[in-house]
Nanobody, 121 residues
């Protein structure tokens, strides 16, 4: 069965870095685009970033562009999100998700449990 397990969340100071990982299993990781999403308490879900199957294309929400970097290691079946210059408004539960198929405005069919990121001084 498909499993997505996030790790790397925690507390960080404003301006600091964190690196999230998502270990994937149960499917051919290299055949699917992947995404990171987040949900802050009391707010709606926000797509943060996405990456194509082979890493050749990426996208970012305007709110994180220039600060976050998505990457993947298909040999390790792992998705990453390097977060730099963190802001208090980045505080949220971060999820990785498997894109159903293809690339572009398509949905996701599997989600991890999430990892909490808290940015405060």
């Amino acid at each position: 069965q498909v499993q997505l397990v996030e790790s790397g969340g925690g507390s960080a100071q404003p301006g600091g870095p964190l690196r999230l990982s998502c270990a994937a299993s149960g499917f051919t990781f290299s055949s699917y685009a992947m995404r990171w999403a987040r949900q802050a308490q009391g707010k709606g879900h926000e797509w943060v970033s996405g990456i194509y199957n082979d890493g050749s294309d990426t996208y970012y929400a305007d709110s994180v562009k220039g600060r976050f970097t998505i990457s993947r290691d298909n040999a390790k079946n792992t998705l990453y999100l390097q977060m730099n210059s963190l802001k208090p408004e980045d505080t949220a539960l971060y999820y990785c998700a498997k894109v159903t198929t293809g690339w572009g405005p398509v949905g996701c069919d599997y989600w991890g449990q999430g990892t909490q990121v808290t940015v405060s001084s």
